[in-house]
């Protein structure tokens, strides 16, 4: 079973910046797509960003492209979801996931696996 764990979550203001890491338990992930969804007080959770498994492709939603950058080093099983110009819009607890391939992200399909989220708090 692949644990995928959250890191780098925090309280930061307005404008800052912040960046998320997700480790994966297992080296199956490697050729796995993985992403980040996020999911604020009372709303549904939504998609946020992935990367292929090579990098190669890479989405992003309208609400932080331009602003957020994922990365991932595939020789520790990390992505990486660096968050800058924060906005207080993006207080959400953010969830690493991960799917065979780039296009269930792309469909908004199921993913394979889950974290169990890291909270990220933008203030005034």
């Known amino acids: 079973q692949v644990q995928l764990v959250e890191s780098g979550g925090g309280l930061v203001q307005e404008g800052g910046s912040l960046r998320l890491s997700c480790a994966a338990s297992a080296s199956t992930v490697r050729y796995y797509a993985m992403g980040w969804f996020r999911q604020a007080p009372g709303k549904e959770r939504e998609f946020v960003a992935a990367s292929s498994w090579s990098g190669g492709t890479t989405d992003y939603a309208d609400s932080v492209r331009g602003r957020f950058t994922i990365s991932r080093v595939n020789a520790n099983n990390t992505v990486s979801l660096q968050m800058n110009s924060l906005k207080l819009e993006d207080t959400a607890v953010y969830y690493c996931?991960?799917?065979?391939?780039?296009?269930?992200?792309?469909?908004?399909?199921?993913?394979?696996?889950w974290g169990k989220g890291t909270l990220v708090t933008v203030s005034s």
């Open positions: 996931a991960a799917a065979r391939a780039i296009g269930t992200f792309l469909a908004r399909g199921a993913m394979d696996y």
